[in-house]
């Protein structure tokens, strides 16, 4: 892509932006002299659509007027309310209806995934990460490691940037596999990692994994609503992820799981089980049914019943991108808006700043980490009194994503202007 460097350009580039509409639908907040800020912090929390507050009301309206009979009565039913968020969530994830569930949030649903496919045994009892990998993931993992009674300094096993390098090769990756891919019972890698902005091979770590044995888990926090995804032709054991980052459905919102069908399906599996996670046909028998019956999808791995007011801006936002035309469409302009942001800092010529995230574009999303070499903190609080949300990672890193649905080529100018300055 030919890109220029004058303002009169990034302007052009928001006119000729199909998507240019869907800035409307969201919530902008303002900046102290009442203007839109540059909100590049999608990676954090997006932007409140419009339509959540009229979702969330009708569903308080009902609790008000219905109560109990809310369940079965309601204008969108809340007994079944979850099964309303499988097919749009799946279409972004690349799953069949039956492999998606939503619920919960994040971590909780990495537990509950790990009491299923991290069956450790004596030969093999090893979880792989990428280094760095998000603290709560490394947490979790943990935890889960000793929770069966091993040594998470013997059993966790990392990918780690070689030295003087800040992303993990791909190489690395594979070797590690070839080293300990025996002693490896699960690995569990990012899709985007939240730190450089690297997007991983998720179809070839899959496959490198599942040769020697291991079952796949795929945290897409940074990923869901970011980059297109095929979970299941790229026949990953398992993914879970947030929807309050890129996916736009607000603070706590209900995350989201995907099992694949060959396990979704298998109702030997070990796991965690409630009442929601039951087949429909008997779950109100209640105490004449002590068994519990699997439901055949990824439904069966569903505890409680469904958080309503926590799914209701789920359901709004997830509508937006199927308007907008699915991961595709997205897909295209945040390259062009990434790629962008990535040309205007080296046609800056900065020494002071580098981008840690990868070049190519099949290896990253939307976000740019940007790496600043003298005076970081001065330069962020300078982004933050002229109005740019981005955040600051210590020591020197600060993560910049532009969104497609909801930023344009202008803000990246601008922003791009204000990092020129700092010299
Ligand atoms: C944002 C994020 C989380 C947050 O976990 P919650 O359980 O939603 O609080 C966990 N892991 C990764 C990789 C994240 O990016």
Partial sequence: MNFL???KFALQLDVEDPLRDFREKFHLPLGKDGQPLIYLAGNSLGLMPKAARQIVEQELD?????????HLGAKTPWYSYHETLREPAARLVGARPNEVICMNSLTVNLHLMMATFYRPTKERFKIFMEEP????DTYAVKSQIAHHGFNPREALVLARPREGELTVRPETIEATLDKHGDEI???LFAGVN?????LFDIEKITASAQKHGCMVGI???HAVGNVPLALHDWNVDFAAWCSYKYLNAGPGAAAGVFVHERHATNRELPRLAGWFGNDPATRFRLHLEPEFVPVRSADAWQISNPPILSMAPLRASLAIFDEAGGMEALRKKSIKLTGYLQFLIEAAGHSKL????PRETDARGCQLSIEVHEHPKELFAKLEATGVK???REPNVIRAAPTPLYNTFHEVWRFAKILGEHR
Avoid at 62 to 70: I, R
Avoid at 354 to 357: F, G, M, P, Q, R
């Fill in 5 to 7: 460097p004058d303002e």
């Fill in 219 to 221: 945290d897409l926090a």
């Fill in 62 to 70: 009902d609790w008000a007027k219905l109560a109990v009979d809310a």
């Fill in 354 to 357: 580098s981008v840690i995230t």
């Fill in 133 to 136: 990998a998000f603290p709560s």
């Fill in 185 to 187: 019972a699960l690995v």
């Fill in 194 to 198: 939240f730190f450089t902005g690297q």
């Fill in 390 to 392: 981005c955040d600051f």
